[in-house]
């Protein structure tokens, strides 16, 4: 089975962009979870979506937004940019309310 | 708000030697995960932990949970150089589906 794929791998944006990252979950995967990942902060829970809705959303403001699509991929939008925003965005996909997250290799983005 | 601590935070040992990497978390939950990251990678699960008790062996690896006490460790036998990466906690609690992360534990093995 083919993993968790992020795109693209690495993003440059300015301040005040708009910015969308995009995951593909493993197939059969309905749940998909973004986080992010920072030096500072480390791991982070953005938001998690299972068919197409929004079950639960982290402490971002609302200029972090996500969707999902039928066929279980999901993008993420953040909106006017800022140098905050550089982080890893992971997201992750899960077969079952126990199984583990199985993480893509992840979007580095860069704001400057 | 649900808290997850680990400790210690970084973790230098000689190859060869053990030790246990602890983490804590603030809320009822019976499920634990435990995951490794490699330096400029991705996050890979190691271990799933579902009940009080559970107990989990990979290689020179060996989780545990005590859903009493909110406490798993981690336990490492006899250190490689291989195992040198960051290790991270994870609760999922009332089955939320938002699993949250302790701070990870960077750990250097060295020769």
């Known amino acids: 089975k083919a993993g968790v794929t992020q795109t693209p791998r690495y993003l440059i944006k300015t301040r005040g962009q708009q910015v969308t990252l995009s995951c593909s979950p493993i197939?059969?995967?309905?749940?998909v979870s973004w986080y992010q990942q920072t030096p500072g902060q480390g791991l982070q829970f953005l938001f998690e979506?299972?068919?197409?809705?929004?079950?639960n959303k982290g402490n971002f403001p609302g200029r972090f937004s996500g969707r999902q699509f039928s066929n279980s991929r999901s993008e993420m939008n953040v909106s006017t940019l800022e140098l905050g925003d550089s982080a890893l965005y992971l997201c992750?996909?899960?077969?079952?309310?126990?199984?583990?997250?199985?993480f893509g290799n992840g979007t580095r983005l860069t704001v400057t | 708000e649900l808290k997850v601590e680990q400790n210690p935070l970084f973790l230098s040992m000689q190859e060869g030697k053990n030790y246990t990497i602890y983490c804590n978390y603030s809320?009822?939950?019976?499920?634990l995960y435990w995951y490794r990251q490699d330096p400029g990678k991705s996050l890979e699960s190691l271990f799933v932990?579902?009940?009080?008790?559970a107990v989990k062996q990979e290689g020179r690896l060996m989780a545990s949970l005590d859903t009493k006490a909110r406490l798993s460790t981690l336990h490492i036998t006899a250190a490689v150089h291989d195992l040198s990466a960051t290790y991270f906690c994870?609760?999922?609690?009332?089955?939320?589906?938002?699993?949250?992360f302790g701070a990870g534990t960077r750990l250097t093995v060295k020769p």
């Open positions: 809320t009822t939950s019976d499920r």
């Open positions: 994870a609760v999922d609690p009332n089955n939320n589906n938002d699993m949250r």
């Open positions: 197939s059969g995967h309905r749940s």
């Open positions: 992750a996909s899960r077969q079952g309310p126990s199984s583990p997250l199985h």
């Open positions: 932990l579902l009940s009080n008790g």
């Open positions: 979506y299972f068919s197409e809705t929004q079950r």
